[in-house]
């Protein structure tokens, strides 16, 4: 009977997240194409979009249908997939995972392994870096992630040598531990963070995304905390349209 409990969120996390992009197909207006041409006016942007334990980067890609509004005509939207990795908390199986976790659900203090983390911080950093060299404003740079991906999205953008546009951590978790925060640059601490989490998550609890925001605002880095009553291991499509408003917001302007 115990596998079955410590592999139960792993199934839950891809039902829920599954659920959430069927939600965002079946309310988007049908009259709206999802073709746009590049707009000269509108700054170039990148969004890099960090999937969840045990899911893929393709199966997120209709999350971006939802960003409609002008200022995205020249946004370049990316999500990768992670490579199929053992996994502690589900008894060694090998599934996509950004880094090992070893338990779930996780808490506050559930156990952080940070050198497999770096190696993934390392890999999300040579994305980033291949599109700041084919010519994006790093403050045009915006770094999302869900659960496991969120975790990732927080180290990334906080370990990364420049400011960038902003990072924004869904149902996530704080993945390394506080003698990290030396190793911060001083401008990614003025990356802003936006950080939201769904109020009865059961797979990473509640407790672990609202310690986050004063963990790393003890670092001078600033972080908007959003909390969704009801809201389970899942993305809303409230928390989307949230995002896509906070982005607009801090987008630099072409010049």
């Known amino acids: ?12 996390l891809a039902v829920t997240l599954g659920s959430t992009i069927i939600f965002v197909l079946f309310f988007q207006p049908r009259h709206l194409s999802s073709s746009r041409k590049p707009d000269s006016m509108a700054a170039r942007s990148f969004v890099l979009w960090l999937h969840g334990l045990g899911d893929s980067g393709p199966a997120n890609e209709p999350i971006k249908t939802l960003f409609r509004s002008p200022e995205f005509r020249n946004t370049k939207w990316s999500f990768p997939s992670a490579p199929e990795n053992a996994v502690t908390c589900n008894y060694g199986m090998r599934m996509p995972s ?6 779930i659900p996780v808490t506050a203090d559930s156990p952080k392994d940070e050198s497999d983390l770096l190696k993934a911080v390392q890999n999300v950093h040579t994305m980033i870096d291949k599109e700041v060299a084919a010519g994006t404003d790093p403050n045009n740079v915006f770094v999302c992630g869900f659960s496991q991906g969120g975790a990732l999205t927080l180290a990334s953008v906080l370990l990364y040598p420049k400011r960038l546009g902003g990072g924004a951590v869904f149902s996530g978790w704080v993945p390394f531990n506080s003698s990290m925060i030396e190793k911060f640059p ?4 003025k990356t802003p963070i936006l950080w939201s989490h769904g109020m009865a998550d059961r797979t990473v609890l509640f407790e672990a995304g609202q310690a986050g925001p004063p963990f790393i605002e003890q670092a001078g880095v600033s972080c908007e905390f959003k909390a969704y009553p009801g809201l389970g291991h899942s993305i809303s499509n409230e928390e989307l349209q949230f995002l896509e408003s ?3 917001t801090r987008l630099q302007s072409s010049s």
């Not at 950004?98 to 338990?103: G, N, Q, R, S, T």
């Open 1 to 12: 009977m115990q596998p079955m409990l410590l592999t139960k969120p792993t199934v839950l």
């Open 98 to 103: 950004w880094f090992d976790i070893h338990e």
């Open 186 to 189: 001083e401008d990614a601490k």
């Open 246 to 248: 906070w982005i607009k």
